[in-house]
T-cell receptor, first 113, second 114 residues
Framework: DAMVIQNPRYQVTQFGKPVTLSCSQTLNHNVMYWYQQKSSQAPKLLFHYYDKDFNNEADTPDNFQSRRPNTSFCFLDIRSPGLGDAAMYLC????????????FGPGTRLTVL | KNQVEQSPQSLIILEGKNCTLQCNYTVSPFSNLRWYKQDTGRGPVSLTIMTFSENTKSNGRYTATLDADTKQSSLHITASQLSDSASYICVVSEGAGGSYIPTFGRGTSLIVHP
């Protein structure tokens, strides 16, 4: 029944050590998103894909990269995590456009030591 | 700049009581407004969606209203339960002529006490 799956649920990394978060979906949705959410704040959109078309938000740091090798999978790469990157990372999908209902995964909690 | 403001920031109520959460937005052009429920440590889950022509939508004990003229929405929770304790996020999406990208509010944290 799982629709948007994120792995791992909890990730601990060291300052500056690259980390990759993964997301997969069984909904066959066209659009996939990565959000960063810090405590008591709204989710902040980092980037999204329309199919294979990558859309980067203007204020997303270069330290964050993404890959979508196929419809089902999407990855978030943090090249050199800083202490300020500790957050919940949410993956979401929507059927055709960002104005469609978004289905969120359970999130990955990233801790940077 | 598109903005979504929610109030109150946090709310504590007793089990069984009703409550109303508010959302004001400046998103234009408007496409739709959603309310999401986010349990602690989980991803948000959609509760309701309303387009420009709809002014009320219910989902069980949750009833959302929309006044597109004043750009305000509310989420009313009836007969609250302990499981309603969560963050409630208002999300407004741009429509035709815009980016369709949703703008998130910061959420209202609701705590229901027994």
């Amino acid at each position: 029944d799982a629709m948007v799956i994120q792995n791992p649920r909890y990730q601990v990394t060291q300052f500056g050590k690259p980390v990759t978060l993964s997301c997969s979906q069984t909904l066959n949705h066209n659009v996939m998103y990565w959000y960063q959410q810090k405590s008591s704040q709204a989710p902040k959109l980092l980037f999204h894909y329309y199919d294979k078309d990558f859309n980067n938000e203007a204020d997303t740091p270069d330290n964050f990269q993404s890959r979508r090798p196929n419809t089902s999978f999407c990855f978030l790469d943090i090249r050199s995590p800083g202490l300020g990157d500790a957050a919940m990372y949410l993956c979401a999908t929507s059927r055709d456009t960002p104005s469609d209902t978004q289905y969120f995964g359970p999130g990955t909690r990233l801790t940077v030591l | 700049k598109n903005q979504v403001e929610q109030s109150p920031q946090s709310l504590i109520i007793l089990e069984g009581k009703n409550c109303t959460l508010q959302c004001n937005y400046t998103v234009s052009p408007f496409s739709n407004l959603r309310w999401y429920k986010q349990d602690t440590g989980r991803g948000p889950v959609s509760l309701t969606i309303m387009t420009f022509s709809e002014n009320t939508k219910s989902n069980g004990r949750y009833t959302a209203t929309l006044d597109a003229d004043t750009k305000q929405s509310s989420l009313h929770i009836t007969a609250s339960q302990l499981s309603d304790s969560a963050s409630y996020i208002c999300v407004v999406s741009e429509g035709a002529g815009g980016s369709y990208i949703p703008t998130f509010g910061r959420g209202t944290s609701l705590i229901v006490h027994p």
